[in-house]
């Protein structure tokens, strides 16, 4: 569905997309080096990069260069799809990476590349021959792999280690894709077991795991919404050499355990929590894994919860030996609005921010970015508890007051929209806009689902999703994308729900939540010509002064070219979904938007400095690596659903 037309369709249709999205020292580390002259001398060896934070500091391309940036090489997988075939719709969420002298990426359809990083020539490729094809809702995708490299003398002493759609855990040689014989059965190992009874699309990782201690550690999506039964959210940490179980962490307190333990047995884990779909990242001084939790299940009502959401929408630390928990920090409390925390959790130590201790800064869907001490999970500056709308639906048991950060203030808009200040398309539509306003509640940020209808704005696709935040350590830079949607979240009693059928086809969002007293209806906010009703910028990107927690600058991301036919391309930013990559040549660059560029910015100014048209949307975030004396800038172009699906990974570099 390329060009379509800015119509209700084409805003549903993004909507929709947009729904089913969806440590270190205070100079950045020096990149991993390779003796040899010739090779990888600056890698890019995890998925966020050496320090989880989406920063390089590589600076052949820089400022004044930029501009003469060209495709150095391009790779097309094949593994595309617009759902009317085998596989579902196709998302190319994939950021690679580089390492033993190679390129490594997966594809939606679970297939891993290993390319020649200075030609993008194929080495070889390995086809797991996924059966999950289809079914459910949420796009066929793998945002990455992960890699390991141990003795010398062993076999398969370096290996790429990821999951798939299957629900498997593979470990592959990473010289020659053979799977690695000692690990798992034949290279594989089952995730579903010990997993409750469940369809297939219910359960898989779409994450890379992440390597730690010699272990590699693994969530999973768990399908929204429902039923209260869900797949257990569990986080299970393997032996990177057998496959073996080394420990596994269940997301309730010990509390919940005590009091449901006559539901389940020793070995099996429980059911509903919340679960783990996000990037996690690791600190290896510390010995920590962090994780992004999501929501129990269902995600709009929590009535009858007792508790499972303790560490529902946090940031955990787990010691990465015995998965034994350290801390959490709960970013929303009782959470009914599908705020989980989907970003990566971001690594920094920087002098001048938080008394220069080690730091995370965790981006959430609501907008707000929590500074927090890695040793501890307290925050580093003050989190306020403010008190949020109540009144929920008969059952639900309401948190009174929710976390604000301060440090920096919230970047999403947190006030109730309202009759004054709803748009539409440059005041075409207002008017719908503002009948709209008028038949549902709109108290601003964490007003609750309700039986009349609710404006949920952020959305609970954010604010800020899983392409996170990229920080540059050296200057104290924090680079935020964010999306600015609304959506209208109502509650059906069950035996109003269970009188007619639901199908649950978009444009209207119907969920089951089976065993609650409810089922639910999302649906978009938006006016009669189709256009969000919510105030400009639709999608907006911003640098943050980390030392002071000052907004450096803000700017629309994206215009509405391949939304709307020519004259209609209008500056407005768009809804986003992907993540940015700041660099020490003094650049920030981001595709994730509608209008299929690659853009670079001047991270002191937000002046746009280049823009590269693509073939597809560039729904992913762009990586770095160093080759041969080269400097290379890779992003994967494959659509997410709103547009044309593609399966292209394409370099650039300078002349």
């Known amino acids: 569905m390329n060009h379509m037309t800015l119509n209700t369709q084409a805003l549903l249709t993004l909507l929709l997309c947009c729904l089913l999205s969806g440590c270190w020292a205070s100079t950045s580390p020096e990149p991993a080096a390779h003796s040899a002259a010739e090779g990888l001398t600056a890698e890019w060896p995890t998925y966020g990069g050496p320090g989880s934070d989406r920063f390089s500091p590589l600076n052949e391309i820089n400022i004044e260069n930029v501009q003469d940036l060209e495709i150095a090489w391009r790779h097309d997988s094949g593994d595309k799809s617009d759902g009317s075939g085998d596989w579902s719709f196709t998302s190319l969420q994939v950021t690679p990476i580089a390492v033993n002298d190679t390129l490594y990426y997966c594809t939606p359809f679970g297939r891993v590349f290993a390319l020649n990083p200075a030609t993008g020539e194929e080495r070889w490729v390995f086809d797991p021959e996924i059966k999950n094809t289809s079914g459910g809702y949420y796009p066929a995708l793998c ?11 062993d076999s398969c002493d370096k290996r790429i280690v990821y999951g798939t759609r299957d629900a498997e855990l593979i470990a592959l ?39 730690i201690d010699d272990k590699a550690v693994i969530g999973a999506l768990v399908v929204d919404n429902l039923r209260t039964g869900a797949p257990s959210g569990v986080v299970r940490a393997f032996d990177i050499r057998t496959g073996e179980l080394a420990w596994a962490w269940d997301p309730v307190s010990e509390d919940y355990k005590a009091r449901h333990q006559d539901q389940h047995g020793a070995t099996r884990y429980h059911q509903g929590t ?44 787990l010691d990465a030996r015995s998965g034994r928990y350290r801390w959490h920090f709960q970013t929303v409390h009782h959470d009914v609005w599908d705020f989980d925390v989907a970003a990566q959790p971001t690594l920094f ?69 309202t009759e004054e200040n709803v748009e539409g398309l440059f005041g075409f539509g207002k008017s719908a806009c503002q009948e709209l306003i008028r038949q549902y ?8 689902p309700s039986l009349e209808g609710s404006v949920l704005y952020p959305a609970n696709m954010g604010g800020i999703n899983w392409g996170s935040v990229a920080i540059n350590p050296g200057n104290g830079l924090m680079f935020v994308n964010q999306m600015h949607f609304a959506t209208v979240v109502q509650l059906i009693p069950r035996q109003e729900y269970d009188a007619e059928p639901r199908d649950g086809v978009y444009p209207l969002e119907y969920f089951e939540m089976k065993g609650t007293p409810y089922g639910a209806l999302r649906t978009p906010l938006v006016s ?29 991301l994206g215009t509405t070219r391949d939304l709307a036919p020519f004259p209609l391309w209008f500056n407005t930013g768009v809804p986003n979904v992907g993540g940015a990559l700041a660099t020490a040549g003094d650049l920030v660059f981001i595709g994730a938007t509608t209008d299929r560029y690659l853009r670079a910015f001047d991270q002191h100014t937000g002046e746009e400095v280049w823009r590269q048209s693509l073939p597809f949307t560039a729904n992913a975030t762009p990586m770095t690596y160093q080759i041969n004396g080269r400097q290379y800038l890779v992003v994967a172009a494959g659509g997410h659903g709103w547009s044309e699906p593609g399966d292209a990974l394409i370099a650039f570099a300078l002349p």
């Open 528 to 556: 009669n010509w189709g256009a969000p009703c919510v105030p400009k910028p639709w999608g907006s990107f911003t640098a943050v002064d980390l030392k002071s927690g000052e907004i450096k600058w803000r700017i629309p």
């Open 441 to 448: 509640r709109s108290e601003g940020i964490f007003t609750p």
């Open 349 to 417: 130590q920087i002098p001048g921010v938080g008394q220069g201790r080690r730091g995370i800064a965790q981006g959430t869907k609501t907008g707000m970015v929590f500074l927090l001490d890695r040793e501890t999970g307290k925050p580093l500056y003050p989190v306020e508890e403010r008190p949020v709308p109540q009144n929920g639906v008969p059952g639900e048991k309401l948190s009174p007051t929710q976390p604000f950060a301060t440090h920096p203030a919230p970047l999403h808009f947190t006030a109730p929209l």
């Open 274 to 317: 919340p679960n783990v779909w996000a990037p996690m990242s690791a600190d290896h001084d510390l010995n920590l894994v962090l994780i992004p939790t999501g929501n129990p299940s269902p995600d709009l009502y929590g009535g009858e919860r007792d508790g499972i959401d303790e560490y529902g929408s946090s940031v955990v630390a």
């Open 143 to 153: 945002r990455g792999v992960s890699y390991w490299e141990g003795d010398a003398q």
């Open 173 to 211: 040689d990473a010289d020659t894709g053979q799977p690695c014989p000692g690990f798992g059965k034949a290279g594989r190992v089952a995730l579903r077991e010990g997993i409750s009874e469940h369809e297939t699309w219910e359960y898989y990782p779409t994450s890379p795991p992440v390597i």
